[in-house]
């Protein structure tokens, strides 16, 4: 019985390292717009994005330290990973690109993240839907964002149209993974924890097909390929990623201002 | 002024809480109204400022003369019998 909870422990705790570094990895990524969005009130807009992102990566790695029982902090689990301990999915860690790619990825995983939180408020972990619960406001909100602009890109310009229709193209093999149910996933929706990815897919595709269509946007084919970077697979981005966020801490530990 | 780079200026009002009207808090470019709300939510209601934006495109307003203002102004100067300084006003009203 106790090995049975300590097991449950151990996978929880992945599983809160999955969402949390998802929203920790994108956050970072999407601050990189500080200082060149297309204009202030657009900069300012994004940056909200990206705090209300570092916000839940917060919640979630404190938790996911509570959960580890090793006394480690959510700085410590933040900034003193490897990569390969990273579990967020490959999507959130491609580079912003143009304005329109950064969009159309905001709209992928916004979607999923929306779809997400929505089914973990009924959680049976109570601190993780206590999480997505206030996570699912913001996220509805940045969605509300991004989808705007992508149907003012998709259904813009000749110019803008193709933009945003190349990073679609671009980031959609990314999404394969999103929906890949792995063992982990299993467990999660097995003890109710999480919901079941066919689930969540099954909705994500509802709603981004409407939006597609209203953007006047195609909707790329599936491939069979995927990534693993929620398995701790990643692409050569989050290093990069990484040693940015990272540095600091790693040169100077446990600095603070 | 008519910058073709320039998205066009919209005006924002902010309804600070219930009861209240709605009072101009500044102004932002947006190329359209509903990017107008989206932008005015992350820029003037970030500490919990408001519960209801307005969003009104800036050429859509029309202004006084400032030449005109003595005669527009100038004449209520004199006028304090339009000022109801002659009442009581009972505590319990707040927002008066």
Known sequence: MMAAAKNVARLLYRYVLRVGDLNLVLGQRLGEWVGHAPALEEELGLANVALDLIGQARLLLAYAGELEGRDRSEDDIAFMREQGEYLNPTLVEQPNGDFGQTIVRQVLIGAFQSELYERLVDSADERLAAIASKAVKECRYHLRYSSDWLVRLGDGTQESH??????L???WPYTTELFAEDDLDREMADCG?????SEVHAAWSVRIDALLAEATLDRPRDRAYRWFGKQGEHSEHLGYILADMQYLQRAYPGARW | MDDKRQWPLYEVFIRARGGLDHKHVGSLHATDARMAIDHARDLYTRRQEG???WVVPSAAI???DP?????LFEPA?????????????PDEVKTL
């Open chain 2, 67 to 71: 030449s005109e203002a003595e005669a």
């Open chain 2, 77 to 89: 100067r004199d006028k304090i019998y339009r000022h109801p300084t002659f009442y009581d006003i």
């Open chain 2, 51 to 53: 519960i209801s934006i």
């Open chain 2, 62 to 64: 029309t202004a006084s």
């Open chain 1, 169 to 171: 193209e671009r980031l």
């Open chain 1, 162 to 167: 193709a933009r945003a229709q190349s990073a």
């Open chain 1, 193 to 197: 924890i999480a919901p079941r990815l």
